[in-house]
């Protein structure tokens, strides 16, 4: 079964704890911290796979969870580190989070992480200092990522069919390559994406058979967006036209005017070629061909018969030249995409002020309740791992709120003692450094 679309949900692996310990050893009476690191969680990770079609999977599975890190413990023992989830989607597959693209794989073996395991918490061992021989504080890991992703599949193809159902698609795919499609004289025989591989002197081609398309596609009508997506992904189109038309240029206006409403495929490159012209008289396939011509007049217009490999031949060689030129303007505008550095520009430095703007406190009331919410990467990052069960971890988050400049501006804000601090999901009060 084919499927392009699926929601997962992902959880990367929690970051293990870090340990309170102290050495205990005959005849060493102070023997010190001893608490081990907390392991990180693993991440879970996207591999692009050639051998891989379909999104299917994940609509059987759609929790992904990664491995939890190991806590820490004595004599310096870090806790192991969380297996990572290696997951196998099909190349070609998009990747978003709250509709932002987060990845998109394009190569076979391509890999991305695509949700962090959390880190694990520092041991008593991390806070031995001259001052504080025996600290009894100790890290929590932190939680790893956890979000719901969108995945979508476009198919990375050289040549997308395209045409109006009952076209010919299927047929000319099964004839020039491996492909099986399944072929009927009715419209929508094909549901899915077909993939086949066509070679021509020496050359291979990959070829996708898109679903058949009808007029308002573009709008979600017939099969509509679920398959015209297939096309942004191929480098050159063979538009298929079958002869039998009553006007070819209606055909081939209806499906162009599509493909232009739906994304940048007006300057694709492409190949026309009038089907199911075995038996015909060259009176109509001349009448047809000027029909095209006239609805695009740079346009270029094979007659061809897949059943009996008339002009067969010849167009996969013009498909060939076509996807070649593609694949060399391509990689000329990704080269000139790229700029070297330049070494006059200023060196910017941050004061202390700007530096302080790394984190920002705001008052919020609800249902009558009023708390200071701390944001910033680096302090959420510390309240992340601090366990509130332990006392002098506490304070020492309420050490780092003064020295980052943060309990000043809770006080000019009229925080009180008893306030209420919330940052990255835990709350505590500031009594202790009032």
């Not at 089907?275 to 609805?295: F, H």
């Amino acid at each position: 079964m084919f499927v392009d679309t699926a929601k997962v949900k992902l959880q990367a692996g929690k970051g293990g704890n870090g340990a309170v310990s102290f050495r205990h050893e005959i005849y060493i009476p102070k023997g010190g911290p001893d608490g081990g690191d907390g392991g990180k969680g693993g991440n879970i990770i996207f591999r692009a796979d050639k051998d891989t079609n379909t999104l299917l999977d994940f609509r059987y599975n759609p929790e992904l969870k990664a491995e939890n890190g190991k806590n820490g413990s004595g004599q310096r023992s870090a806790g192991r580190s969380g297996k990572d989830l290696i997951v196998e989607v099909p190349i070609g597959t998009i990747v978003r989070h709250d509709g932002v693209v987060i990845a998109d794989f394009v190569k076979d073996g391509e890999e991305k992480v695509i949700a962090k395991g959390g880190d694990g918490g520092f041991g008593n061992a991390h806070f031995k200092s001259s001052t504080r021989q025996t600290p009894m504080v100790a890290e929590v890991g932190e939680p790893g990522e956890e979000f719901e992703a969108a995945l979508e599949l476009k198919l990375l193809a050289d040549v997308g069919l395209v045409g109006l159902p009952n076209a010919g698609k299927s047929t000319f795919l099964s004839v020039v390559s491996n492909a099986r499609p399944e072929i009927a004289n009715y419209p929508f025989t094909t549901l899915t994406p077909q993939l086949g591989v066509a070679t021509v002197d020496k050359q291979d081609i990959l070829i996708a058979d898109i679903p058949g398309l009808i007029e308002g596609a573009a709008d979600g009508k017939g099969l509509g967006h679920d398959f015209l997506r297939h096309v942004d992904r191929t480098a050159v189109l063979l538009h298929l036209v079958d002869v039998y038309n009553d006007d070819a240029g209606v055909a081939y206006r209806t499906i162009r005017r599509e493909l232009e409403r739906y994304g940048e495929l007006k300057a694709r490159p492409e190949i026309v070629a009038l089907t199911k012209c075995e038996g015909v008289d060259e009176e109509l396939i001349e009448m047809q061909k000027n029909a095209i011509l006239r609805e695009n007049p740079k346009a270029e217009v094979f007659a061809i018969s897949a059943q009996a490999k008339q002009g067969v031949v010849e167009l996969l060689r013009e498909l060939a030249k076509a996807e070649r030129r593609a694949n060399e303007e391509t990689t000329v505008e990704e080269g000139e995409e790229a700029v070297e550095p330049r070494n006059d520009l200023p060196v910017i430095s941050l004061s202390a002020e700007q530096l302080s703007k790394a984190w920002r406190v705001e008052k919020v009331t609800e249902n009558g309740e009023t708390k200071y919410v701390v944001s910033g990467p680096k302090i959420e990052k510390f309240a992340r791992r601090t366990d509130l069960d332990n006392y002098a971890s506490v304070n020492r988050l309420r050490d780092i709120l003064k020295k980052m400049g943060i309990r000043a501006e809770l006080t000019s804000q009229g925080a009180e003692p008893d306030s209420i601090v919330s940052i990255a999901g835990k709350e505590f009060t500031l009594v202790e450094d009032y």
